[in-house]
């Protein structure tokens, strides 16, 4: 079968590489053309667009690119019906994808969507357009079953794909003394930071976190860079500092670290994956901040909270993002801090609840036979 997959962005890029793994197995006839990225790209198929060509995040950033967007728009259709795939599969990215579901179901062509938009946490409207437009809908967080079936909505969940990602990533580890001397970093215990995969949450959060550097000698912090993001983009904020910076390797830099500070998104999944305590935050245009906090109905930014429904994790959102706040949680999590173990304890609880291995797989396999019924 011919299947058409969108990403936006590097989360998608993963999600959508070990999906398409799934697919060649459940369908050994299978071909891809795909908006994402290099992990998609080495699965084979033809990739029309990166997505470091199409992310955009925040409201004023979105207006901004107005024009390169609806370009963008224009030329998935018109690729879409050159194409004419037996699906559209379409990951998260709903500002772009919701309006590719309505033109394909217009155009007769079955439409997938993987990892569902937040429509929870805020424009929960979208919810209408998913059961109008969207045939079968593929979620990956337990919470989310109840919440649609809510809306009317059979979404099919069988587990977190990210389980699998992070204990393949980790099968091979380096030790810590190997990770070290391999990256020129000091031989110190680690306090990773991800400061996010975008240039305006880098901007914002990177600068708010060097001097807190002064504070913790003993210990070395290490910047774990994005894939989308130029290293040029992290040093210039680095510059004059004792900061290391290590590229492509988030997983491995995570594994050994005692601690990490965590930009809000799958990260902060990733990091409790791996058993990680962490200390999360969030900044950028204080307008799309704005805009956001009046729009935002969930409790919590990190996934670590919504789904445990409980804050496992600190929160330091924007305006609280100070460095005093991040001395005290810092402190509070790292060895003998008061509230590390009370964390790992919950992550333990986190990976029961995400579900066996081999999520993509099985959610590959419902798709095959979901197409297989609707060419009935």
């Given at each position: 079968m011919k299947y058409y997959i969108i990403s936006g962005e590097a989360s998608g890029d993963l999600h959508g590489s070990r999906l398409?793994?799934?697919?060649?197995?459940?369908?050994?006839?299978?071909?891809?053309?795909?908006?994402?990225?290099?992990?998609?790209?080495?699965?084979?198929?033809?990739?029309?667009?990166?997505?470091?060509?199409?992310?955009?995040?925040?409201?004023w950033e979105v207006l901004m690119k107005l024009r390169k967007i609806t370009r963008n728009i224009k030329e998935c259709k018109q690729d879409l019906l050159a194409y004419r795939p037996d699906v559209v599969i379409l990951i998260d990215y709903p500002g772009f994808n919701f309006r590719i579901a309505k033109f394909a179901k217009?155009?007769?062509?079955?439409?997938?969507?993987?990892?569902?938009?937040?429509?929870?946490?805020?424009?929960?409207?979208?919810?209408h357009r998913l059961r109008k437009y969207v045939d079968k809908?593929?979620?990956?967080?337990?919470?989310?079953?109840?919440?649609?079936?809510?809306?009317?909505?059979?979404?099919?969940?069988?587990?977190?794909?990210?389980?699998?990602?992070?204990?393949?990533?980790?099968?091979?580890?380096?030790?810590?003394?190997?990770?070290?001397l391999s990256n020129q970093l000091h031989n110190k215990p680690v306090i990773a930071i991800l400061a996010g995969s975008r240039t305006m949450e880098i901007k914002?959060?990177?600068?708010?976190?060097?001097?807190?550097?002064?504070?913790?000698?003993?210990?070395?912090?290490?910047?774990?860079?994005?894939p989308a993001i130029a290293?040029?983009?992290?040093?210039?904020?680095?510059?004059?500092?004792?900061?290391?910076?290590?590229?492509?390797k988030t997983h491995e830099l995570l594994a050994v670290s005692d601690a990490a500070i965590v930009a809000s998104g799958t990260a902060t999944l990733e990091a409790a994956l791996i058993g990680v305590p962490q200390v999360v935050c969030y900044g950028g245009n204080e307008l799309s901040y704005q805009i956001a906090k009046r729009l935002i109905k969930v409790?919590?930014?990190?996934?670590?909270?919504?789904?445990?429904?409980?804050?496992?994790?600190?929160e330091l959102l924007q305006h609280d993002l100070t460095l005093s706040n991040l001395q005290r949680e810092l402190s509070a999590i790292l060895p003998e801090g008061p509230q590390r173990q009370t964390i790992l304890d919950s992550y333990a609880a986190l990976?029961?609840?995400?579900g066996k291995p081999a999520a993509a797989a099985r959610i590959a396999l419902k798709m095959k036979e979901e197409l297989m019924i609707f060419k009935k």
């Open positions: 398409m793994q799934g697919l060649k197995e459940a369908d050994t006839a299978a071909e891809f053309r795909f908006w994402g990225g290099d992990l998609m790209a080495a699965e084979g198929g033809i990739m029309v667009r990166h997505y470091k060509e199409t992310a955009v995040m925040g409201f217009r155009h007769g062509i079955k439409v997938f969507y993987y990892i569902a938009p937040k429509v929870w946490a805020w424009k929960e409207k979208r919810v809908l593929f979620i990956i967080f337990p919470f989310e079953v109840d919440y649609f079936k809510k809306w009317g909505i059979e979404a099919f969940y069988s587990g977190n794909p990210l389980t699998d990602v992070v204990n393949e990533r980790l099968a091979n580890k380096p030790d810590f003394n190997e990770f070290v914002y959060i990177l600068p708010r976190i060097l001097p807190l550097v002064q504070y913790y000698p003993d210990y070395q912090f290490v910047v774990a860079g994005a290293p040029q983009q992290y040093e210039k904020h680095l510059k004059g500092s004792d900061i290391g910076l290590v590229m492509g409790k919590y930014a990190s996934l670590v909270n919504l789904i445990m429904n409980a804050p496992v994790v600190t990976r029961t609840l995400l």
